[in-house]
């Protein structure tokens, strides 16, 4: 049997790891990348026992030039079917008040990690006429909110960026989407200081599961669906909000948020 890989970063926990579980049942080898070592391995241990699938795990830092070459080094001439560019994480923070090197690291990891890797792959996929492209934006690219300008900035970025990458891969046989979740229960929040309890379903804000994030993706990917948007209740917030004058949207948001997200917070 033709051997298959894919490579997904940010495979410790949560949407990652998911995609992980997903694509060693469907026969995949898998490359996964994390920091938390002992998770990351222990995942991987288990997921190979389970499918009988080869996975390999790359521990590396994306957030600096040399964790991104590593890993590129590392995935040397081995030809990929699927990429998957998970890895991020939050920061709720005003710009102004917090540490630069945080939100230089935002701008690493979900831009030019991505990038890097995609640049370094795509030869290879285009010349065996094949391979998809999974890149994981946010519904913040769509709906920014406060305390969050760089998170939806890098995650804006992805969401247009891979548009304009599906534009130029159109009939070479390398399928490009883009993934816009909302609120997922993984360990995003909880690294943010978000207590598990605290991740209630508040009327239209209702929270998923990092299976489900995964399967529509699968779903959409077969449909050819470049820009996926999981749950309908997301779809459902992004469109309506979507529609409002710009400065509406910004006083509803503001109202919305409400003490929680102003500055003496
Ligand atoms: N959860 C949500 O509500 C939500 C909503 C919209 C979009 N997203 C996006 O979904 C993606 C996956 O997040 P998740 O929710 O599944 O969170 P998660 O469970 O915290 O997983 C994030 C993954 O990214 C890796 N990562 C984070 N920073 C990294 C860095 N500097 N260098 C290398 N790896 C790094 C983590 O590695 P280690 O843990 O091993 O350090 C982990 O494997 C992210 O891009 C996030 O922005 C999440």
Redesign the pocket.
């Known amino acids: 049997m033709e051997k298959i890989t894919a490579l997904i970063?940010?495979?410790?926990?949560?949407?990652?790891a998911a995609y992980a579980e997903r694509f060693a049942k469907e026969g995949y080898n898998l490359i996964l990348?994390?920091?938390?070592a002992a998770?990351?391995n222990g995942r991987a241990e288990q997921i190979h026992q389970h499918y009988g699938v080869i996975v390999d795990t790359v521990l590396?830092?994306?957030?600096n030039e040399a964790?991104i070459d590593e890993l590129i080094q590392r995935i040397g001439n081995r030809p990929l079917d699927v990429l998957v560019n998970?890895?991020?994480?939050?920061a709720s923070r005003l710009l102004y008040q917090q540490d630069l090197d945080i939100q230089l690291?935002m701008v690493a990891?979900?831009v030019s990690a991505p990038v890097k890797l995609i640049h370094a792959v795509l030869p290879g996929m285009v010349a065996r006429k094949k391979g998809i492209i999974i890149n994981?934006?946010?519904?913040?690219a769509l709906l920014p909110f406060p305390k969050n300008c760089i998170y939806s900035g890098t995650?804006a970025f992805v969401k247009t960026f891979s548009e304009g990458l599906h534009l130029d891969l159109m009939g070479t046989g390398v399928q490009v989407q883009v993934v816009c979740?909302?609120?997922?229960r993984?360990?995003?929040?909880e690294?943010m200081g978000m207590e598990k309890s605290r991740q209630r379903n508040r009327g239209m804000l209702k929270w998923m599961i990092?299976e489900e994030v995964v399967d529509i993706s699968l779903r959409d990917l077969r449909k050819n669906k470049v820009v996926c948007i999981p749950g309908n209740h997301t779809k459902m917030l992004v469109k309506m909000l979507g529609l409002l004058p710009r400065n509406s949207y910004y006083r509803f948001v503001h109202k919305f948020t409400g003490k929680k997200f102003s500055q003496s917070a």
């Open positions: 970063t940010g495979a410790t926990s949560g949407i990652g990348t994390g920091r938390r998770i990351l590396v830092e994306l957030s964790g998970n890895a991020g994480f939050g690291a990891v979900h994981i934006s946010s519904e913040s995650k979740p909302g609120l997922t993984t360990d995003f929040h690294k990092p």
